[in-house]
Structure formats: C-alpha cells, structure tokens
C-alpha cells in the first residue's frame, strides 16, 4: 500500500479536509476544503491490496494484452499495490477492476493513484476512475455518470445524466495538471440523484477541494452507478475504428488505499 495503510490513508484525508490547507503547488487555483468531515458514517467497501490480489474486486476486466497485478507500491510506497497496464498494440483499451453497485444515497470514494514519471501525455483521454451505468431502455451503451479522467495532462471529472429518454448530457470539471510521480490521495462525495433527491459530487485532491457539480448525475436508472478504477482508453478500442499511431510505450497507472464510506 502506497506510504499510507487504507484505513490510515482514509482517516489522514478526512482529517486533511478537516482543516483550511493551503493549495500545493500543483493545484495552485483550487479551493480550500470546507470544514466538515464525515460524520455517522460506516466503511462498505475496502481494499489496500495487501492481500496480494485483487480477489476483494467483484470485477476484473482486461480487453486485449493487458495485465492486472499487485506488486510493492512505487516512489518510495511501502506495501502492494495495484498495478494495471495496457499496451498500445491497436487491440488493447482496458484494465480495470469493479465493484457492485452499493446503493442509492451519499458516498465518500477515497483512493490513491499514481501516474508514473514516463507517463506519455495525449488528446486521447483516458479513465482513471468511473462510475458506471447500465444500457439505456433502447438497448444501447451509455457514458460513464461520473468519471476521473486524463487528457494533454489534465485532470478532468465528466458527469452525464438523461435530459430526455435517449439524450446524454456532459458537464465536463477542470480539476488541474497532473503531476507525473506522484501519489495522489483522491476523496470523491457523491450524493447519487434520484426523481427526489438532488445531486451533488465534490471532488478532493491532497486534501484540498479542487471541483465539484451540483445536479443531476447519473441516468436514475433500477441500480446505482457501480464503481471502477484501473485503465479505459475508449478511443483504443477497435470496435470504434479510431485511427491512432501504436508501437509506443505500455499505458502504467497505479491504485491503492480504496475506502468507500457510506454516510
């Protein structure tokens, strides 16, 4: 586990978004967080990849030669964690793992990532982290509702929602420029919309608040949007016919310290 144990990594965060802290220098325009932990609250999902695997993961989906593994965390990390890989091959676009929906309500998503120092930047955006839906009522595919993503080495969160039966709508959340190297320690609060309840996500870096959306956020269909995190480069995938160069070197991103709470 990356320099943090999962239940540690968690309690720092919440504490971090406990205080008024000064933006680091990466995210130098973001706001400070406000002064609320999270309070009555009760852990439904964890997993720090201690185990050696990812066997707590109800999910685990690799499209063409990629690979997921556990190994000792990078840059100085202690422990294990995850570790996935896709390789620009022109067939391979996916390495991720998943868990079931948990419900409708209010979540904290808490989790670290690391983008390695060699990390190639491009347009073609790649997810980090999502929460999916499920096909539409006429049968076809939908964006993620809400979404971390990667493009020209920038931080984006992209939330989706129905404004008519078949029609998807995007707001798309600067979150700032990446910084290669570097374990990230990510709280998302999410307060999933429903036909009665308002939605709401707040997104945290090291522990400074760095974007949110109010409103609509998901497609409000019989399940909750359920939860993933690894590596998706859609634009890979050659069902989409998508031109793009290959031969370069293998997409790395690392994922450790997951804490879901409910409150």
Sequence with gaps: MSRLS?????????AAL???AAAPAHAASAQAAPGAPVTASVDVFTDGFESGTVSAWTRQRVDGNGSITVAPAPAGGTGQAARFSVPN???SYRSEVAVNSLGWGSYRFALADYLPADWVPTSTETILA???GYPLADGSDTKPPIALTVKDGSWRLKVHWLSDPSTVQEAVI???AVQFGHWNQWAFDITWSTDTTPGAVTVFRDGVRVGAHTGLN???QNQSPYFKTGIYRANWNPAKNIPYPTGGP???AWSDSVVVTRY
């Design 18 to 20: 406990a205080v008024t």
């Design 218 to 220: 998901n497609y409000h």
């Design 250 to 252: 293998d997409v790395v």
């Design 174 to 176: 600067p979150l700032g």
């Design 89 to 91: 091959d022109g067939v």
């Design 130 to 132: 999502q929460w999916h």
């Design 6 to 14: 999962g239940r540690l990594a968690a309690a720092a965060l919440t």
